[in-house]
């Protein structure tokens, strides 16, 4: 069982920056990998970057430029780097934790609202 707790989440104004923030806790040995998905009001939830146990990065649909994740040293904590922050990038931000390949999981964070105002 992994638990995950995410903060950093709030409102601000267009073009202003917030870092996301989610510490996992639990079987930390079985994961290989973490991520950030988001779900805009209305839409469906939508990947927004990976990052694996080698520190391998993956963004989906979102511009690296403004989007970064990255882990601590330790790898039980990862974050996600938000610039210039546009009212398009308000939703609820969700921490993921998981496995991939043998017995695949993953678990998820309770999620936290970021909201952007124009």
Request: hydrophobic share 35%; proline share 4%; net charge positive.
């Amino acid at each position: 069982q992994v638990e995950l707790m995410e903060s950093g989440g709030g409102l601000v104004q267009a073009g202003g920056s917030l870092k996301l923030s989610c510490a996992a806790s639990g079987k930390i040995s079985s994961i290989n990998f973490m991520g950030w998905y988001r779900q805009p009001p209305g839409k469906q939830r939508e990947l927004v970057a990976t990052i694996n146990n080698e520190g391998v990065t993956n963004y989906a649909g979102v511009p690296k430029g403004r989007f970064t994740i990255s882990k601590d040293n330790v790898g039980n904590t990862v974050y996600l780097q938000i610039n210039n922050l546009q009212p398009e990038d308000t939703a609820i931000y969700y921490c993921a934790a998981g496995k991939y390949g043998t017995a695949p999981f993953m678990s998820w964070g309770q999620g936290t609202q970021v909201t952007v105002s124009s």
